[in-house]
């Protein structure tokens, strides 16, 4: 991936921390990875809202699924139940699943 493409997302390259065993520095930073892929698909929403509905309506749902997982990584890291957010299985998508032909396993 070109370094000019991410610095364009605002996002960081994830990489493993200088101690690559330390859990809670890796969860941190996927939690920042979800954070920066909030800010990027709100800006998406922005973007469409009133001007095409087709891609807005998906967006605004993949948005709902990033905050949902970056409500598990704040529970993980700060032990806070994310109660709302709780899945039935793993891999559950809430609000993504409507827009996929790729069924959730359970
Ligand atoms: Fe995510």
Not at 87 to 98: D, F, S, V
Request: one cysteine or more.
């Amino acid at each position: 991936m070109s370094t000019e493409f991410i610095k364009i997302s605002g996002c960081e390259f994830l990489q493993l921390p200088p101690n690559p065993t330390d859990h809670k520095a890796i969860l941190e930073k996927f939690l920042k990875a979800e954070q920066s892929a909030i800010v990027n698909w709100d800006k998406i929403c922005k973007m469409t809202l009133g001007k095409d509905p087709t891609t807005y309506d998906i967006v605004k749902d993949i948005l709902a699924e990033e905050i949902e997982h970056e409500s598990w990584f704040l529970e993980l890291i700060y032990g806070r139940p994310s109660v709302h957010m709780r899945r039935k299985y793993a891999g559950e998508r809430h609000h993504t699943k409507k827009h996929s032909r790729v069924w959730d396993i359970t």
